[in-house]
């Protein structure tokens, strides 16, 4: 009799983990009805107004909402799976995860992620632009004007080598510090710029966009049969003007 309850205990307990896993599992996923499920990496902390996880744990930002309105046209299950950037990239080589949102196909990468790879036509451009104080009175800047100032700039992120980086740890205290004055220049890309700008009330200056780069879906290599599909879903939603609305949702204030 003991044996018999202590294997009951044993399968109670284990079918306990199977429920817990199973609804921890449902609530990452959008989209349950479909039978192709997109584990999708997710970089923490976010990136507004990208891609971040709200208060309220809701996933937001322009990459999520194309990817959202690109999924109900070919019909997938999105999982986004929260990761460090050096987690989401182990966990893509490993092919954990299926996708990531936002990507430059013209950036140098190591051989082993480059390998993998296969990416989606350009859904936007990612501006690099600088924010400036207002008693500057540039109207735009090139960058060889910058010879020699101090420049905020995100920690990791490339500037030319004749400035004089001030290292920070996110564009949001970039925008802060120039705001109120406490660096007159910053490096950062054009949305996160505009966002703060709008909805924190920001009062600096945006200069023209001093570098662009088409910015895409990377699919790991083994859901490669998904890649038409994608494009196909990309440039309906493009001509529809949906692309378009969903920028303007975050960037176009009230």
């Known amino acids: 009799m003991i044996i018999d309850d202590v294997k009951r205990r044993k399968t109670a307990i284990f079918l306990s983990f199977i429920i817990i896993v199973g609804l921890n599992l449902c609530t990452l996923a959008e989209g349950a009805d479909s039978d192709v499920v997109l584990k999708v990496g997710m970089p923490v902390p976010g990136q507004v ?146 966002h703060y700008k709008i909805n924190k009330g920001m009062g600096y200056k945006i200069s023209l966009p001093y570098e662009s780069n088409p910015i895409r879906f990377r699919l790991h290599l083994k859901r490669s049969d998904l890649i038409n599909k994608i494009d196909e879903a990309i440039d309906k939603i493009s001509a529809e003007g949906r692309l378009e609305q969903i920028i303007c949702n975050y960037l176009c204030g009230n």
């Open 49 to 194: 107004p990208f891609l971040w996880s709200d208060e309220n744990g809701q996933i937001k930002g322009i990459y999520a909402d194309t990817l959202r309105a690109v999924a109900s046209e070919v019909d997938l299950e999105i999982v986004f799976l929260p990761l460090s950037q050096a987690r989401l990239i182990r966990h893509f080589v490993a092919g954990e995860i299926d996708m990531e949102i936002g990507v430059s196909s013209k950036a140098k990468e190591r051989s082993e992620i480059a390998n993998l790879s296969i990416f989606s036509r350009p859904f936007g451009m990612a501006n690099e632009v600088i924010i400036y104080t207002p008693k500057l009175r540039f109207p735009a800047f090139i960058l060889k004007d910058l010879k020699g100032r101090k420049v905020a700039a995100v920690r990791g992120a490339l500037t030319p080598e004749y400035i004089v980086r001030e290292n920070f740890t996110s564009p949001l205290q970039i925008a802060k510090r120039v705001n109120r004055g406490w660096s007159e220049v910053g490096f950062m890309r054009e949305a996160p710029a505009m």
